[in-house]
């Protein structure tokens, strides 16, 4: 088989069913080839940007991986933004890109992007984990291979494979063999590390077991698929759980533990409990602590007793801060070994279960768990986000999956709305690139037809990567595009005003009809201008079941629900 072929093939046979691309001629072989591979569908993006955010999407919300397609040379360089969150976010996606053929490398060819010329090869390497070139048709099974191990090994994130175009025209002979399973699913754990934990959990010399432990779930569960042990965990041990933005929906959100989002968009229950001085054993299971889940570092989340961390990935564990037990595996399987423990090793920690109970309810007690909830309900004009996110909750089925984009309406999401599902809440927390929810919906989408889903986005963003909604059309992925239309980068306005007119129009944007742009590319779409017409037009688009955007009009001068991380952000000082 032709290595076009065999690439195509193997992707399908590793359970595959849409690759993201756009045609140029360094990949003109793979295209009779797209075209005669069956179970696998292409989907042609408007830009390479779109493409690789799109296989984004189709690996956060499918949970395998992602694949993209683009020319060396432009082709390559369009994908860097979107490479670059993937790896922040280690979301396993591959790459293929075309390059001329090996003979004419360094001879100023066009579009020679080789190493011997603009060497793309390396402009992505410091963006994935691996990237490299096939320069002999004998390593096309041999780089495949190890390229989706690295990809999936561990803590997962891009790889990039660059294919010569003679290279892509040559018979592989070595047959494709699936990935073991182990791969998808890593079930490892340090079986002494979890004896540690606990030791600590349900001390047997007698001494006091903790009874102030709290769980903080990070993405890890996600990748884990660890939601179901988590609340199984959760549930014997009466422990409350709360989650970082990035793993919203990980833990069910109305579940009586669940204390929401810890960090930026975060949640008072999580942040009061978290902040207060109270919390004797902080369990971290895969999170790696960054700025905007600590709440800017700050150091009143360490507990007095012990810090615990949990995460496949040895180098994030101790990186922030010095833990008092590592445990190094994964979060589901860590969980699964203490369930299997019998009564005579849970009684010391179960024993204190009515104890935590009672923190539970003082915690309910001691104030809402959103910050200025009444916006929920504002009958403002322009409208308030905190609104249209309330009123998108009540209307959407239980199981919509929410792709998020950079602006202030990222916070509004994470406050306001609700996740009950692991991979039901997908948006680039780490590198927050403008536009990616937009092209990161379609693959998401891709990846799970069977459920709702619904992008929300900035008119900022739609400046960026608002295009992409042609692909939904073109395609007839049932996307819902929301776009919050307040007439400005929002986040930058609400910033830039304090700094008087002349900075506050520099961060203005036209007020444009998104809708009959969106009409003009073959979606559906609707304008919204009334708190009233929120809901029915939430209705209309989710039975429409086709690609619809919604206009939605807001006031850009709503302040977002961020002020513990503002006030964290003006506090802090570098101890060390
Ligand atoms: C690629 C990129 N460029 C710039 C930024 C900085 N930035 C963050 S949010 C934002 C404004 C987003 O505007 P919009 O999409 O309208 O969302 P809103 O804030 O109004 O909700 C900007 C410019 C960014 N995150 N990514
Ligand atoms: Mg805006």
């Given at each position: 088989m032709l290595t076009t072929g065999y690439l195509l093939e193997a992707f399908r046979q590793e359970g595959i069913t849409h690759v993201f691309l756009v045609p140029g001629g360094l990949i003109d072989p793979f295209l009779p080839a797209l075209a005669a591979t069956p179970g696998l569908t292409p989907v042609v993006a408007a830009h390479e940007g779109g493409a690789a955010c799109m296989a984004d999407g189709y690996a956060r919300a499918g949970g395998r991986f992602g694949v993209c397609f683009a020319i060396g040379g432009p082709g390559v360089t369009n994908m860097v933004t979107a490479v670059a969150a993937a790896r922040t976010d280690f979301s396993p996606i591959i790459v293929i890109s075309g390059q001329v053929p090996t003979n004419w490398e360094g001879r100023g060819g066009f579009q020679d992007s080789s190493p011997a010329a603009l060497n793309d090869v390396a402009i992505l390497q410091p963006l994935t984990i691996s990237s490299l070139m096939v320069e002999n048709v004998h390593l096309v099974n041999h780089h495949l291979r190890a390229s989706l191990t690295k990809m999936?090994?561990?803590?997962?994130?891009?790889?990039?494979?660059?294919?010569?175009?003679d290279i892509q025209q040559t018979e592989v002979q070595a047959p494709w063999v699936t990935l073991d399973e182990t791969l998808y699913n890593p079930r490892f754990v340090d079986r002494h590390g979890v004896e540690r934990l606990w030791?600590?959990?349900?001390p047997a010399d007698g001494s006091p077991a903790p009874v102030r432990i709290l769980a903080l779930a990070g993405a890890g569960v996600e990748k884990s698929g660890a939601t179901r042990d988590l609340v199984a965990f959760a549930e014997r041990f009466e422990i409350p759980v709360a989650t970082t933005l990035r793993a919203k929906g990980v833990f069910p959100e109305d579940h009586r533990l669940?204390?929401?989002?810890?960090?930026?968009?975060?949640?008072?229950?999580?942040?009061?409990?978290?902040?207060?001085?109270?919390?004797?054993?902080?369990?971290v299971l895969g999170s790696g602590l960054s700025q905007r889940d600590t709440l800017f570092w700050d150091r009143r989340m360490l507990p007095s007793r012990a810090l615990v961390q949990v995460d496949i990935d040895l180098q994030v564990i101790g990186r922030t801060w010095p833990v008092e037990v590592p445990v190094v595996g994964d979060c589901g399987r860590v969980l699964q070994v203490v369930m299997s423990y019998d009564y005579n090793l849970t009684q010391a920690l179960e024993s204190t279960n009515p104890q935590r109970r009672a923190w539970l309810a003082h915690i309910r007690d001691a104030g809402p768990r959103l910050y200025e909830g009444e916006n929920t309900g504002s009958a403002a004009l322009p409208l308030h986000p905190a609104r249209v996110i309330a009123e998108l909750r009540r209307v959407m089925p239980r199981d919509t999956v929410l792709v998020v984009d950079s602006g202030a309406h990222r916070a509004f999401c994470g406050h306001y709305w609700e996740s009950y599902e692991s991979r039901s809440y997908l948006s680039a927390t780490n590198l927050g690139?403008?536009?990616?929810?937009?092209?990161?919906?379609?693959?998401?989408?891709?990846?799970?037809p069977d459920k709702p889903l619904v992008v929300v986005t900035g008119d900022g963003c739609m400046l960026m990567h608002g295009m992409e909604i042609q692909t939904a059309a073109r395609y007839g992925i049932a996307a819902?595009?929301?776009?919050?239309?307040?007439?400005?980068?929002?986040?930058?306005?609400?910033?830039?005003?304090?700094?008087?007119?002349?900075?506050?129009?520099?961060t203005e944007i036209p007020v444009h009809d998104w809708a009959a742009f969106a009409r003009s590319l073959g979606l559906q779409a609707a304008t919204v201008q009334q708190p009233e017409e929120l809901a029915p037009a939430?209705?209309?688009?989710?039975?429409?079941?086709?690609?619809?955007?919604?206009?939605?009009?807001?006031?850009?001068?709503?302040?977002?629900?961020?002020?513990?991380?503002?006030?964290?952000?003006?506090?802090?000082?570098?101890?060390?």
């Open positions: 999936l090994a561990g803590a997962k994130g891009p790889v990039h494979i660059s294919v010569p175009t030791r600590l959990l349900a669940s204390l929401g989002i810890f960090g930026y968009a975060g949640h008072r229950p999580a942040i009061d409990t978290i902040l207060s001085g109270g919390v004797e054993v902080l369990l690139p403008m536009g990616w929810a937009i092209p990161a919906g379609i693959g998401a989408k891709a990846a799970r819902i595009f929301l776009v919050i239309n307040n007439g400005a980068l929002g986040n930058v306005w609400l910033r830039a005003v304090k700094e008087g007119p002349g900075p506050a129009a520099l939430f209705q209309q688009a989710l039975e429409a079941n086709a690609p619809f955007l919604l206009d939605v009009r807001c006031d850009r001068a709503c302040t977002t629900p961020v002020t513990p991380y503002n006030q964290a952000k003006q506090e802090w000082v570098d101890s060390d």
